[in-house]
């Protein structure tokens, strides 16, 4: 009975959680260059050399006991500044160790903490339970244990920022790639509602994630149709059995005999997910001449859980939808219409069910038709970045007990082309970028004194300014509209 009150019991969870967290330890990971990130990611708004720490801290596990899992955290090197935090969920793990904390050197998803902290957001990279450091199997597109390992490692990372002399104000933006979309969306959702006393969500991108994990994601797997990614299933009904205690009572109940070997494999960890996404492939091409997901299960159990929406997986698989509620945070889905993996309709959805529940600053955009699930990725991540620096505040730690925010005023603002940047603190590089990252203009200012810029030949929309001295970091917004 606790199991089912941890997924679906917003106060409980909120209790439980609140109680077990505690930071545990701190392992320094390796720093990287203000120059090496924006040349790896072409991206000349990166202002910071960044530090990654793995963080241990203790949260709950599924049976409601006390857990000790990792997270990554990516800080701005920059003691005298007060940035914002971001919360990234990752997406679909191949192995216990391909996660943020494990690999920020060399995977391309966990290498995002670089760019994120680089542009400066302080980064922080949950690694989930039953995944990293944490024992256990992964309770895989599980929506609350999603949300309240990402809300206790924050609430690890305020005793972390104070031994490391890190400063971080009130904003927190929210976001995730596939799985990770699931997830920022389940965090999202509990901290307006559950948490809504203690977080507060700046912003939010959530980025091709299976929302309707009970409608859209279901009837993918259950219409029989060619599907190159079986290895889903036995991993998201496996977890589920760890989380409900009711999905099956045997391999045997649900699985052809042919495939139990190595999804029994998976299960006692002497194979990867990676490993037995292979190996299915394989055999169902073998055994079924084509890649159909469906032929895993027997016929009996496929029956039970097509006709009996009672059926207990399929109440699972409703208690991790994540989209049947209205985001007060301005809000982006990003998708793309070719994705393979993750339908766009779990974007879409989850778009008319917000907006009809009330749901005021949401859009969702398709960023880039023809991409696949992997190829998506990245104009999904830059369309984040973009939104997210139109809200993104840096500050000035003028007294380390009493912290101020530097904003640079740009007037008129919005502009149909001329406008003055007053009293500049000079000498200083005045910069000012478009929503892609593209410098569009850099300056030396050698005194202190107002400055003009025309844009009158560019292009309408938002460009970011910023001016660095040895007094700081100054920064500000100018929207170009005629």
């Known amino acids: 009975m606790l199991q089912r ?90 192995s216990k160790t391909d996660v943020p904390s494990f690999n920020v050197f060399t995977d391309e998803e966990s290498k995002r903490a670089w760019l994120f902290a680089g542009l400066g957001f302080v980064t922080l990279m949950p690694d989930y339970l039953g995944l990293g450091e944490d024992k256990g199997f ?66 939010a991108a959530h980025m091709s994630g299976p929302y309707s994990i009970g409608e859209v994601m279901r009837d993918l797997v259950l219409s029989d149709k060619v599907y190159m990614y079986p290895a889903y299933i036995p991993n998201t009904l496996i977890g589920y059995q760890g989380v409900y205690g009711d999905i099956y009572s045997s391999f045997q109940e649900v699985f052809r005999s042919q495939y139990i070997g190595n999804i029994a494999d998976f299960e006692s960890g002497k194979i990867s997910l990676s490993d037995l996404q292979v190996r299915l492939v394989a055999q169902l ?39 049947a509620w209205a985001p007060k945070a301005p809000t982006r889905l990003y998708y793309c219409s070719a994705d393979d993996q993750v339908p766009a309709q779990n974007a879409l959805l989850a778009l008319d069910s917000m907006l009809a529940r009330g749901a005021a600053d949401l859009s969702a955009h398709d960023v880039k038709p023809n991409a696949n699930h992997s190829q998506c990725a990245e104009p999904a991540t830059h369309a984040a970045i973009a939104f997210f620096l139109t809200f993104r505040v840096i500050g000035h730690v003028v007294d380390t007990e009493h912290p101020t925010v530097e904003a640079l005023m740009a007037q008129p603002n919005p502009t149909t082309g001329f406008f003055w940047l007053r009293e500049l603190p000079g000498p200083g590089r005045l910069d000012v970028a478009d929503l892609s990252g593209r410098l569009r203009h850099t300056a030396h200012v050698d005194t202190p004194g107002n400055y003009s810029l025309d844009l009158s030949t560019w292009e309408n929309g938002l460009y970011f300014v910023r001016f660095y001295s040895e007094k700081g970091l100054w920064q500000g917004k100018v929207l170009l509209q005629r």
């Not at 209790?15 to 720093?31: N, R």
Request: with cysteine.
């Open 138 to 203: 992964h309770p895989y597109v599980h929506a609350a244990s999603e949300a309240w390992v990402a809300a206790d490692m924050l609430r690890a990372f305020t005793t972390f920022a104070q031994s490391y002399n890190v400063h971080t104000h009130g904003q927190l933006f929210v976001t995730g790639y596939s799985q990770g979309g699931h997830a920022s969306m389940a965090f999202h959702r509990y901290a307006e509602s559950v948490w809504a006393d203690e977080f507060t969500v700046t912003a």
């Open 285 to 323: 091409i073998f055994h079924e001449l084509l890649c159909r997901p469906t032929r895993l299960f027997r016929p009996e159990y496929l029956q039970t859980i097509v006709s009996a929406p009672q059926h207990p997986l399929n109440r699972a698989l409703r208690d991790n939808n994540v989209y």
């Open 5 to 94: 009150i941890l997924s679906v019991g917003g106060a409980f969870l909120c209790i439980l959680s609140l109680s077990a967290q505690t930071l545990v330890s701190v392992k320094p990971l390796g720093s990287r260059s203000r120059s090496a990130i924006a040349e790896d990611f072409n991206q000349p708004l990166v202002a910071f050399d960044v530090q990654c720490y793995r963080l241990l801290y203790t949260t709950r596990n599924t049976a409601g006991q006390i857990d000790t899992v990792s997270g990554l955290v990516a800080i701005p090197m920059a003691p005298t500044r007060i940035f914002p935090r971001l919360l990234y969920q990752h997406g679909t793990a191949l």
